[in-house]
Structures are given as C-alpha cells and as structure tokens.
C-alpha cells in the first residue's frame, strides 16, 4: 500500500520533490564548495580511512575489509581520478535532483557515495541522506514527476522500444 502510494499518488509526488529538491541542493552545494575551492584532495580522506578503518569494538578487526582493500588498491593509487569524481559527481548528483532529470540514477549514484563515506567511517549528514535518498530511490519515477523526468523519461522509452524494435528486426531476419 504504502509502495503505491510513494510510486503513483501526485501528493506524494509533491512531497517528494520536496524532498528531493532538499537533496539535490545539499548535493550540489557540497560538490560545487570542493570544484571551486580549488584543489579538492581526498588523499588525506582516503589514508585516513585505511589506516583507521572502522572496526569491530570488542576484537578491533576492520568491519569492511573489503571497501579498505578497494581503497588502499584503487582509489589510492588512482587519487587523481578520486579528487575530480567525487566533487563533480556531488555535483552532478545535486543537479539531478534539483532538476528531476533521471532521478532515480541520480539518487542510485548519491547513495553509492553516501554509503563509501559511511563505510570510511564519516557519519556526519549521510544517515538522514541515505534514508531520504532510499525514499526517492523506491519512488521511482514519481520523484521526479515534477520534474524533467515527466519529459526526458516518455522520450527515452520510446528510444529504447525503438531500438529493440530495430535489434529484434535485424536479428530475426537470418
């Protein structure tokens, strides 16, 4: 009930712009503060995060062995990329929501972000993000119904019915 509700009611279309454009802003905000600042580095960040990796309280094992091997092997060595993915991607995901222009991509990819910063240890604002974020996420595209979604999405629907029309055409034909 609640699920239709969130996917298809136009009241809850208008709270979740609310809530969206509150995330996208947030989003953008943050990531526009580190492009123009001028030299974003994440290294600090990043070193952090592996020599002090979250860890079980009673045995002290790192609880995300996993996320800390990702980071010591690739964003570590790879920092350069970091430094420009995270400022642009905040950004980029901000602008998303802000617009309501693939919502849903936007929200997957700002709560991937949330969750590498939760699994770093940095709590900050990213619990009360992940839960509007995974609100918006299962409201589909009714999040961005007030939005460039009510536009963009049709479109692509029939670009891609379009394109598995043409696909199946041409691979029926042998």
């Given at each position: 009930?609640?699920?239709?509700?969130?996917?298809?009611?136009?009241?809850?279309a208008?709270?979740?712009?609310?809530?969206?454009?509150?995330?996208?802003w947030?989003?953008?905000?943050?990531?526009?503060g580190?492009?123009?600042?001028?030299?974003?580095?994440?290294?600090?960040f990043?070193?952090?995060?592996?020599?002090?990796?979250?860890?079980?309280?009673?045995?002290?094992?790192?609880?995300?062995?996993?996320?800390?091997?990702?980071?010591?092997?690739?964003?570590?060595?790879?920092?350069?990329?970091?430094?420009?993915?995270i400022?642009?991607?905040?950004?980029?995901?901000?602008?998303?929501?802000?617009?309501?222009?693939l919502?849903?991509?936007?929200?997957f990819?700002?709560?991937?972000?949330?969750?590498?910063?939760?699994?770093?240890?940095?709590?900050?604002?990213?619990?009360?993000?992940?839960?509007?974020?995974?609100?918006?996420l299962?409201?589909?595209?009714?999040?961005?119904?007030?939005?460039?979604?009510?536009?963009?999405?049709?479109?692509?629907?029939?670009?891609?019915?379009?394109?598995?029309?043409?696909?199946k055409a041409?691979?029926?034909?042998?």
């Amino acid at each position: 009930m609640i699920n239709k509700f969130i996917r298809e009611n136009r009241i809850a279309a208008g709270i979740l712009t609310v809530i969206r454009l509150y995330l996208g802003w947030s989003w953008m905000t943050g990531g526009w503060g580190k492009i123009t600042a001028g030299g974003f580095d994440a290294s600090g960040f990043l070193n952090a995060a592996v020599t002090n990796p979250v860890a079980d309280k009673a045995t002290g094992a790192a609880l995300y062995p996993t996320y800390n091997a990702f980071i010591e092997g690739v964003a570590l060595p790879n920092v350069g990329m970091i430094n420009f993915l995270i400022p642009w991607g905040e950004f980029l995901v901000g602008v998303g929501l802000l617009l309501g222009c693939l919502t849903t991509a936007a929200m997957f990819f700002g709560l991937l972000m949330n969750f590498m910063f939760m699994f770093a240890g940095t709590v900050s604002t990213n619990p009360l993000m992940i839960l509007l974020g995974v609100i918006i996420l299962a409201a589909g595209a009714n999040a961005g119904k007030f939005g460039a979604d009510y536009y963009v999405l049709p479109y692509l629907r029939t670009k891609v019915a379009k394109f598995g029309a043409n696909k199946k055409a041409h691979t029926n034909v042998a």
